[in-house]
């Protein structure tokens, strides 16, 4: 019977011959890790503006910056003033990412209105408001959204084309009246209402918010008649010390109270 060798002696030679094969090739390069994929940036924190019972966050999606607004005013006066860097809203010099959004962030929604001022409402009831930016325009997303974005003139201002102005602003307002005293005028009881400056300069958001304010603290206001009033004088006079608004006037429409220099008569 043949003698075979024992399995030890067979294993060892085959690792010499594999070693010998393995000799008379060049090492393979090594195998390259992957690359570390970058962290993902986290967004810059929004700018928060509040002003009474209203708050608001801006931000600039897409940029990695924090949104380009400045924010000055007195809370406790119940305005703020939203600066922005009109070069920034320049969609045609690309000058950002995206246009910088304003959120309703308290209870309510937005309602934008046809003179480029925007009213914010709770419960159906206005509670505050933005004018009209001059140079910009906001643009309604949603009923909590805005979009700021450039424009050659507002809505309020068509003749001010502000392609070289350095800033674009819109003031928040929360207050609208002052004071509001009756006394007689005239024919009969008159209501001498001293609108807030803010409410005096935002157009239909400022009237929205001086007659949300009256009729929940003067019932008898609430009528056409004195809502015609009302808007008259923010039109043709809202810069008179007080806007004298009487009840027993006659409902003839807002052109003939204009007509009348808000003074409407049988």
Excluded: Y
């Excluded at 090594?30 to 966050?57: D, H, I, K, M, N």
């Excluded at 309602?111 to 309604?140: F, N, Q, Y």
Aim: glycine residues 10%; negative net charge.
């Amino acid at each position: 019977m043949p003698r075979h060798p024992p399995p030890t002696t067979v294993a060892l030679a085959l690792l010499a011959a594999a070693a010998a094969v393995l000799g008379g090739c060049s090492p393979s390069a090594p195998v390259p890790t992957g690359a570390t994929a970058s962290p993902t940036p986290t967004p810059p924190a929004p700018v928060v503006v509040r002003a009474g019972e209203v708050t608001l966050e801006v931000t600039e999606p897409g940029s990695s910056g924090e949104p380009n607004v400045t924010v000055d005013g007195d809370d406790e006066a119940g305005t703020r003033v939203l600066t922005f860097d009109a070069a920034a809203l320049d969609e045609a010099t690309g000058g950002q990412a995206g246009p910088v959004e304003i959120a309703l962030t308290s209870p309510g929604t937005f309602e934008d209105l046809p003179d480029g001022s925007v009213t914010v409402r709770d419960d159906d009831v206005a509670v505050g408001g933005l004018s009209a930016p001059r140079g910009a325009r906001l643009t309604a997303v949603d009923d909590t959204h805005l979009e700021v974005r450039a424009s050659g003139a507002s809505a309020a201002s068509p003749d001010e084309t502000s392609p070289d102005e350095a800033e674009v602003t819109t003031t928040l307002g929360t207050r609208g009246v002052e004071s509001a005293t009756w006394g007689d005028r005239e024919g009969g009881r008159s209501l001498a209402v001293d609108p807030t400056a803010w409410a005096r300069d935002a157009g239909q958001a400022g009237v929205a918010l001086v007659w949300a304010e009256l009729v929940a603290t003067e019932p008898e206001v609430d009528s056409a008649t004195m809502h015609d009033q009302l808007e008259c004088h923010a039109i043709g006079a809202p810069d008179k010390a007080t806007w004298n608004l009487e009840p027993w006037r006659p409902d003839v429409g807002l052109v003939a109270t204009m007509a009348a220099r808000c003074n409407p008569a049988t």
